[in-house]
């Protein structure tokens, strides 16, 4: 059984850091992109930063300059390094992988979320 596992989330002053990590665990052939989603509440859920296998990066607008994207594909895990963080960064973040699993097509695999919340 394929599983994505994330940590990190946590309260944090607005400014603070955190840095989530995700780990793909089971009978894996091959991992594909990963990426980190978030949703808040009353929104639709969102991508907020997107890795290759090769290591190219895709950031939203709205992270761009403060978060950092990151894998060790060896390991099969992503992190996501989030600096100077806002009140409106507060969101269940989501950790996602395009994998090949024995006995499958390509297709999408989600993490339980870990939830972020930014507040003074």
């Known amino acids: 059984q394929v599983q994505l596992v994330e940590s990190g989330g946590g309260l944090v002053q607005p400014g603070g850091s955190l840095r989530l990590s995700c780990a793909a665990s089971?009978?894996?052939?091959?991992?594909?992109?990963m990426a980190w989603y978030r949703q808040a509440p009353g929104k639709e859920r969102e991508l907020v930063a997107a890795?290759?296998?090769?290591?190219?990066?895709n950031y939203a607008d709205s992270v761009k300059g403060r978060f950092t994207i990151s894998r060790v594909n060896v390991k099969n895990m992503v992190y996501l390094q989030m600096n100077n963080l806002k009140p409106e960064d507060t969101a269940v973040y989501y950790c996602?992988?395009?994998?090949?699993?024995?006995?499958?097509?390509?297709?999408?695999?989600w993490g339980q979320g870990t939830q972020v919340t930014i507040s003074s």
């Open positions: 996602n992988a395009v994998m090949i699993v024995p006995g499958t097509n390509l297709r999408d695999y």
């Open positions: 089971g009978s894996i052939f091959r991992i594909n992109a």
């Open positions: 890795i290759t296998s090769g290591g190219m990066t």
